[in-house]
């Protein structure tokens, strides 16, 4: 049986299961198939335990079916594969030591100079962003020398505040259960979804929490740029062991869309030492991303591979009920009375993300508090009447499908079909990437509308165009007619 076995059985995995739960469960596991046995290592024993009892037979099943009838042997562990090809994983000794002229001149990337730069400024976008998210935040962790860690947890984002829905519910579990049992079972957390929905508020409640429960704990959280600055100073200022010591010594580390590490490559290995220590300790990491780790790109492989020991867990956008209790909570916060009426009707219309529902409800408060109105359906309209003609001339799935098959002469059934002929699985990429461009759904969100699959399939899809445009003038010629059709 050889070694790509697994791999394909993952392929037909993937189909049959639900995107989340091919990620937290299956997409983790790695595999070493050794005299016929294939061993399957989970990242912890609550991963190898669920896998046992709710997949394994079926995972049997496809081995078999791919392996000609014959079944082989799958035995679990929890661990991580032998690579024979891969180093050896450098323990959590420093990095080499070089001279501090080789270690900024060399090592750190322009990238890195630049973020170094702009967060420690204060005017560019970036940092207003930043700014905005930390507005409210209190409770610092640490200041220390010439180096200030600014960590702060912002005290409003609890779990109480946090509405629970089926888009969120295992990130909620796992949450809960990193902050009952920190440096436990999940280690690290890696929490990941498109934007404003949730990450960092959970991250928050976590850290809030551990203090809560022991309030020496010592909690780091900071946006990835800001770690990416810190280092940059520290090696400037010749500081970099204080940066590490201080780093190494929390209980907690919450890094925030660590996305923006993507090209930063003496902060990526920085990041590894320090995770790998934190890890070895006993000490917790929680990390949050935009996208599941292996599709980070110009992300270190070895760094990629961390990420995924311990619990990885996907934060989907809402559906209406879920909405609908959050605009009602959010209302209560602000002490407003919203009827159900009322949100049910804002829900509806503001479908993209949690950042934006409340964005329009705040939007709502303050009018009715300005013209002293009632909040109804037709005062809502008014009053969100620019966003709503926004969302509005948006294009929509539906008629993207329409268009790209009518010009292809297939039928939208196709397009949604399993078929992998290359006469639809090009319009079909087509239509993916189309649907990223011009909708404000989610990769979830799109894969759904295409036949319930993948969002790594609607990513991969959105690259190959990217790739195609630039290397078949065929292709470029029908995605700037497309853009034509649907944006005029
Ligand atoms: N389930 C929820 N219950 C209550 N509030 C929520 C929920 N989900 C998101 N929010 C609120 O939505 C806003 C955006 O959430 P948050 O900043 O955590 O998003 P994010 O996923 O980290 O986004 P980004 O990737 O852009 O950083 C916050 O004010 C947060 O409190």
New binding site residues.
Partial sequence: MPNSMWHQCLEVLRDEFPAQQFNTWLRPLQSDLREGQLMLFAPNRFVMDWVNEKYLRRIEEVLKDLNGGQAPRVQMKVGSAPRESEPVVRSVAEPKPASLADEIGQRVTEEEKSVAATVAGSTSAGVSRSAQ?INGERRPVQVEGDIKHQSFLNET?TFE???E?KS?QLARAASMQVAENPGGAYNPLFLY?G???????LMHAIGNEIVRRNPKAKVAYLRSERFVADMVKALQLNAINEFKRYYRSVDALLI??IQFFARKERSQEEFFHTFNALLEGGQQVIV?C?RFPKEIVDMEERLKSRFGWGLTVM?EP?ELE?RVA?LM?KAEQANVKLSSEAAFFIAQKIRSN??EL?GALRLVIANAHFTGSEITPPFIRESLKDLLALHEKQVSIDNIQRTVAEYYKIKVADLLSKRRTRTVTRPRQVAMSLAKELTNHSLPEIGDAFGGRDHTTVLHACKKIVELQETDPGIREDYQNFMRLLTT
């Fill in positions: 998210k984002f505040t946090f509405v829905g969120n979804g934007v404003g929905l949730g990450k960092t508020h925030d869309d949050t935009d934060v809402p879920t959050i909570k949690v950042r409340e």
